[in-house]
């Protein structure tokens, strides 16, 4: 399997535009989760899915904040308007808990730069 | 919510050493699972280890889930070891999202 693809790879954008993040969860898997990290405060949740679900969303930092799971294979995090706070690395994560594991894979993350 | 802390925060090892790397977390879990970030920022899994013990190659962890801590060992250190090592786990029972410890930075000098 391909693993986790997250796309854009890294993405620069200037203050007040929308960003669109794209994630690919492993085929099979079942449960989606959006991840940031930042200097400040870590790795922490903003999202997550189950079954194309959104779950629980309380991590989202405000309404400029969007995310959508349209099918099992393909979820978008949105961000509009863009602001320089928002500068991260942005990890999207799959799991199948099949027969009690949970274990979660992580794609290689988009690093997003706002000026 | 679950807390979770790692330690030590830094370490420097010469090369062919060897280290332990604690997790501690405040509530039972049903996933606790290890983490190398390398120097490109991608997330690795290393163990998935709610409870016991797992070895893969030079490194091995243990987890006491009725004492509620993890332990990372690392033998024979090379400089493809460094960077930094999350300790994770979940809040709830389930399929439920992982939260991180703050990491161990580890450097490994030739």
């Known amino acids: 399997d391909a693993g986790v693809i997250q796309s854009p790879r890294h993405e620069v954008t200037e203050m007040g535009q929308e960003v669109t993040l794209r994630c690919k969860p492993i085929?099979?898997?079942?449960?989606l989760f959006w991840y940031r990290q930042t200097m400040m405060r870590g790795l922490e949740l903003l999202i997550y899915f189950n079954n194309n679900v959104p779950i629980d969303d309380s991590g989202m930092p405000e309404d400029r904040f969007s995310a959508k799971m349209p099918n099992a294979s393909f979820s978008t995090l949105k961000i509009q308007p863009s602001e320089p706070r928002d500068s991260a690395v942005y990890f999207c994560a799959s799991s199948f808990p099949g027969q009690g594991a949970y274990e979660q894979y992580f794609g290689p993350g988009t690093r997003l730069t706002v000026t | 919510g679950i807390q979770v802390e790692q330690s030590p925060p830094d370490l420097i090892l010469q090369e062919g050493a060897n280290s332990t790397l604690r997790c501690n977390f405040s509530?039972?879990?049903?996933?606790l699972q290890w983490f190398h970030q390398n120097p490109w920022g991608q997330l690795i899994n290393l163990f998935y280890?709610?409870?016991g013990t797992k070895q893969n190659g030079r490194l091995s962890a243990t987890t006491v889930a009725t004492e509620r801590y993890s332990l990372l060992y690392i033998s024979s250190s090379q400089t493809t070891d460094s960077g930094v090592y999350f300790c994770?786990?979940?809040?709830?029972?389930?399929?439920?999202?992982?939260?991180f410890g703050k990491g161990t930075r580890l450097s490994v000098i030739a």
């Open positions: 085929s099979g898997h079942n449960s």
């Open positions: 509530d039972s879990v049903n996933n």
């Open positions: 994770a786990v979940d809040r709830n029972s389930g399929n439920t999202p992982l939260v």
């Open positions: 280890i709610p409870s």
